[in-house]
């Protein structure tokens, strides 16, 4: 792991429910909770199909002594939503205190926030450092719908005529080429948000011509362009053929089958559980950001922890060797 955590026994302190389908989580944290910055996440001890797992969201400013998350409730959830959504207030918890992998700099002279859905959540805590330190921003928010965007009202206060709704339902979108387009010279952006927004928000940069370090994103592991389906791989020298349930990852698929991988973050940042495709008969829905635009569209290697297949089987190695 990149870091030592520090895991934590905690309570449900507060459940409240803040967007449709989205709800906040607020827990009574044993011990000292260091002050932490916006962008940071904690890992919690959740239970899927009676075996323990983990499960990563993203820290959200909170009381002195507190952690709170807000956790989108997915229609195919692979099980951390829904174990998530059936806690109760006063109810154990265990969870690991803040960790940054999506850090806010302080140097930029304005500051573009992007956030598509539940992308909301580590930019709701940027939105609110950067205002109270009156920086330069905008926060452009994306969502399918109004009901849909948490935090809506406490940031149309805070930031008043720079925040920019785009309502999906109502037909408005996301226009990155025009924002990159407007923003000032040496604008930093940082944006949150499902896939496809991700590889549009990278090309549109790129054809700006800025530079790549001011664009700073995150995805969440669990979106791609195509809906989960059920597929299967044949390992190569294990003589094993391994079903992926829609609600599963390959990467849980295989270590649940007994087969040992290596792997760290579990959020397609690392790589380190790429497998190599040798044959397939369906499409690889991409959900990493590690593997390169050209690596993706080669489609020869594949993050275990987060892509799969948009159905059939694969042929994969795994580096195993009798």
């Not at 899927?48 to 997915?74: D, F, M, N, S």
């Not at 229609?75 to 006063?90: C, I, K, N, V």
Request: proline residues 4%; aromatic residues 6%.
């Amino acid at each position: 792991m990149r870091n030592r955590l520090d895991w934590r026994e905690a309570r449900v302190a507060e459940i409240r429910d803040i967007a449709e389908k989205v709800r906040l989580i607020s827990f009574e944290v044993d011990g000292k909770v260091p002050r932490f910055d916006p962008g940071s996440h904690v890992t919690v001890g959740v239970i899927i199909h009676g075996e323990p797992a983990i499960r990563t969201y993203t820290a959200l400013p909170a009381p002195a002594g507190q952690i709170a998350v807000a956790v989108k409730l997915h229609e195919q959830s692979r099980g951390g939503s829904r174990f998530m959504w059936q806690l109760q207030p006063g109810q154990a918890a265990r969870l690991t205190l803040p960790e940054n992998r999506f850090e806010l700099s302080w140097r930029a002279p304005h500051y573009l926030l992007v956030a598509g859905g539940i992308g909301i959540t580590p930019i709701y805590g940027m939105a609110q450092a950067l205002a109270a330190r009156r920086a330069s921003l905008r926060l452009v928010y994306g969502a399918r719908s109004r009901a849909q965007m948490a935090f809506v009202d406490e940031l149309a206060e805070l930031l008043g005529d720079r925040l920019a709704l785009c309502d999906n339902s109502a037909g408005a979108h996301v226009d990155l080429a025009a924002e990159f387009a407007a923003a000032p010279p040496e604008t930093e952006v940082y944006l949150c948000g499902p896939i496809g927004m991700l590889e549009a928000a990278k090309t549109a940069w790129q054809a700006s011509g800025r530079p790549l370090s001011r664009l700073r994103y995150e995805v969440f592991g669990d979106s791609g362009i195509h809906a989960e389906k059920r597929f299967s791989v044949d390992i190569v020298n294990r003589d094993l053929t391994i079903e992926v349930r829609p609600d599963e990852t390959l990467l849980d698929a295989l270590i649940g089958a007994g087969v040992e991988m290596i792997y760290d973050c579990q959020r397609g940042e690392c790589g380190l559980c790429a497998v190599k495709v040798l044959e397939r008969t369906g499409e690889i829905d991409h959900r990493d950001v590690f593997l390169s635009s050209a690596e993706k569209a080669e489609s020869d290697r594949m993050c275990a922890c987060v892509s799969r297949l948009t159905g059939d089987n694969a042929v994969i190695d795994i580096g195993y060797r009798r």
